[in-house]
T-cell receptor, first 111, second 116 residues
Framework: GENVEQHPSTLSVQEGDSAVIKCTYS??????FPWYKQELGKRPQLIID?????GEKKDQRIAVTLNKTAKHFSLHITETQPEDSAVYFC??????????FGAGTRLFVKA | DTEVTQTPKHLVMGMTNKKSLKCEQH?????MYWYKQKAKKPPELMFV???????INESVPSRFSPECPNSSLLNLHLHALQPEDSALYLC???????????????FGPGTRLTVT
């Protein structure tokens, strides 16, 4: 069945450093790849997304890259801040309807 | 209004009870979703409604029964649940592919369900 693998499961960085989270998907029909941030006790919130016809997208300190051939996509956070500490989920979906989430990465940003 | 609301926030029910979770959005989205999220795990898709019709059922046990009475409301009826069904139940909504160019899902705050 469809699967999304996410690595690492835990990531600890110093404030100001960069953080990179990587995901791999199995369903070649997937064409939409959102990233969600979930703080403890809160709902998941979209932080950036990318469609299969785009290779890279950037929004201030956050960027996502997609390699369709390899079925890899990655989240890059630059100049990390303590408020970036949360669980990050990648996901893959077909036109946004059937969405499969990765297992999550717990990011700790040390001040 | 870009908010999805869910009631109740918390629910404790016995294994013989019948209860319902409710979800509402007024963004004009015609796709609505139920997810189940266990502690320290990702959201797991349960059901998808598109234009008030059930389009995806991820092999969910029949003790969970979804209902979409209109384009703004989504219910999840619960009956004869098991303790392992205790989890956070998240509702989400989005535009459908035919409605617009964004696939972004907006999540509600969730209902934390405990089955005793």
């Amino acid at each position: 069945g469809e699967n999304v693998e996410q690595h690492p499961s835990t990531l600890s960085v110093q404030e100001g450093d960069s953080a990179v989270i990587k995901c791999t998907y199995s369903d070649s029909a997937s064409n939409y790849f959102p990233w969600y941030k979930q703080e403890l006790g809160k709902r998941p919130q979209l932080i950036i997304d990318i469609r299969s016809n785009v290779g890279e997208k950037k929004d201030q300190r956050i960027a996502v890259t997609l390699n369709k051939t390899a079925k890899h996509f990655s989240l890059h956070i630059t100049e990390t801040q303590p408020e970036d500490s949360a669980v990050y989920f990648c996901a893959a979906s077909w036109v946004g309807l059937k969405t499969i989430f990765g297992a999550g990465t717990r990011l700790f940003v040390k001040a | 209004d870009t908010e999805v609301t869910q009631t109740p926030k918390h629910l404790v029910m016995g294994m013989t009870n019948k209860k319902s979770l409710k979800c509402e959005q007024h963004m004009g989205h015609r796709a609505m979703y139920w997810y189940k999220q266990k502690a320290k795990k990702p959201p797991e898709l349960m059901f998808v409604y598109s234009y008030e019709k059930l389009s995806i059922n991820e092999s969910v046990p029949s003790r969970f029964s979804p209902e979409c009475p209109n384009s703004s409301l989504l219910n999840l009826h619960l009956h004869a649940l098991q303790p392992e069904d205790s989890a956070l139940y998240l509702c989400a909504s989005s535009q459908t592919p035919g409605q617009g160019i964004t696939y972004e899902q907006y999540f509600g705050p969730g209902t934390r369900l405990t089955v005793t």
